[in-house]
């Protein structure tokens, strides 16, 4: 597939055109230069071709944090990409930052590099000679911001391009995000995960700030891999790109099948831990509580048992969680991470035969009748499994205002022990099975 990725001096409307091409607010858009650090990724279509764009941070020849960690990230997204689009400003014309880039890209001479000026809402072209001076020749005029141009610039990011254009046509695959609060590891995770320094690390809290996301093969099966940024109390969360970033978070949720919940078993688990936990909870698809930086923990007989109780004890919400002790930074125990989500892969996948699941349920009744409730006993009749995201029941009842929350607790337990369902949620609806013969009567 094409990848196409843009680069540039900062505050140039890098992100602006990212988020202008994918048609949604994915990458933080700010005055403030510097608010992108990592590389971003998005799959994008223009006239039924797909391909791949990358966002990256702004280069500059001038000393700032994060300097070398950006310049590296933008080296790696150049490699990666088969066209370059080398982003300018028409307003503020070029400087000694835009010949920097220049230099830089000059190294890459097997690339297709295009010269865009943004912010050329005028659509004047007397700099024409002030960008030549860049040695990429006549610019494209774009304006990020209104739309203007895109649609010429994307044609010349296709001509005469030798990428392969057919649409990923995989779309079932396993997108995992990773979860939790600052410095708890999530970056290195991701680093270990794809043997390689894919996102930013630093001690510096909130050093990720996008979510970013890359694809990679483990033992031949396909992944998407989402990092995010670190969660704060919502009272130390004052930045407004740090409010940003705590809402690319919970997108990067809703976009996954999959939850990473990073704890840090260096530090005493605290309230945020369960704040992000109930996050994972109110998705309600599968999480692995990852317990990392193992390795700082002095063993015992007892250690990991006595830690894991602890876990349980604080996240009972999420008591279908697996928990996998792991050391991103010297990368040990990755394995069972990937074992886990395996066995997670086999659970949601399972089809429960519709006579033994009325078996259960029937065994269930007679061995624990249901509590009255509101002057009437909850009693179930047909029980048959639907097709859902994660394993889904409907039981037919005969008034579901009968139910008692424990009852219901009772019975999901009970289809969890009779079919091996201990790694994911699951979803038990209660339906009337009268309300359709009563609506007819009416």
């Known amino acids: 597939m094409l990848r196409v990725a843009l680069v540039g001096k900062p505050n140039v409307g890098k992100s602006t055109l990212f988020n202008r091409i994918c048609s949604k607010r994915k990458a933080i858009v700010s005055e403030v230069p510097g608010t992108t650090r990592d590389r971003i ?28 960690n950006i310049e590296q990230q933008v080296n790696f997204a150049i490699d990666e990409a088969h066209v ?180 840090d078993v260096s530090e005493p688990f605290n309230e945020q831990d369960e704040v992000i936990g109930g996050l994972a909870w109110k998705a309600n698809i599968p999480t692995i509580i990852v317990v990392n930086k193992w390795d700082t923990v002095k063993k015992e007989t007892m250690t990991m048992k006595t ?23 010297d990368k040990t125990r990755i394995h069972v991470l990937f074992e886990t989500i395996k066995k997670i892969q086999v659970q949601l996948k399972m089809k429960v035969n519709t006579q033994m699941l009325n078996n259960v349920i029937a065994k269930a009744q007679l061995s624990n009748p249901s509590p009255k409730v509101k002057g009437g006993r909850i009693s179930i009749g047909y029980c048959t ?12 009842v005969n008034k579901p205002s009968y139910l008692h929350f424990t009852y219901a607790r009772y019975i999901e337990n009970q289809i969890r022990t009779a079919f091996g369902i201990d790694s994911v949620p699951i979803l038990v609806y209660y339906k009337d099975k009268n309300a359709r013969i009563r609506t007819e009567q009416e």
Not at 114 to 135: Q, R, S
Not at 145 to 168: N, P, T, W
């Open 41 to 68: 990724y998005t799959k994008c279509m223009w006239l039924n071709k797909s391909f791949t764009l990358i966002d990256t941070g702004g280069l500059t020849n001038e000393k700032q944090p994060f300097k070398d």
């Open 84 to 263: 370059i689009i080398f982003l300018v400003s028409y307003k503020d014309g070029i400087d000694t930052k835009d010949i920097y880039v220049s230099k830089m890209l000059k190294k890459y001479k097997n690339k297709k590099v295009i010269i865009v000026a943004n912010k050329a809402e005028k659509n004047h072209h007397e700099k024409d000679h002030i960008f030549y001076a860049l040695g990429y020749g006549k610019p494209m005029y774009i304006s990020a911001e209104h739309g203007i141009g895109i649609g010429d610039l994307l044609d010349a990011v296709f001509k005469d391009s030798q990428a392969e254009l057919l649409q990923d046509n995989i779309d079932t695959h396993v997108r995992f995000c990773i979860i939790g609060r600052t410095n708890v590891g999530k970056s290195t995770l991701m680093n270990g995960i794809l043997n390689k320094e894919r996102a930013v690390v630093s001690p510096i809290e909130h050093t990720t700030r996008d979510s970013i996301n890359e694809d990679f093969y483990y033992n031949k099966e396909l992944f998407t891999i989402i990092d995010t940024a670190g969660i704060r109390r919502k009272g130390r969360v004052t930045d407004v790109i740090e409010k940003y970033a705590v809402m690319r978070t919970e997108l990067a949720i809703e976009e996954s099948n999959l939850i990473l919940l990073v704890l």
């Open 307 to 329: 830690t894991e109780a602890e876990i349980r004890k604080r996240f009972k919400y999420l008591s279908y969680a697996p928990i996998v002790f792991l050391s991103a930074k």
């Open 385 to 396: 499994q639907v097709k859902s995201q994660i394993p889904c029941f409907v039981l037919f």
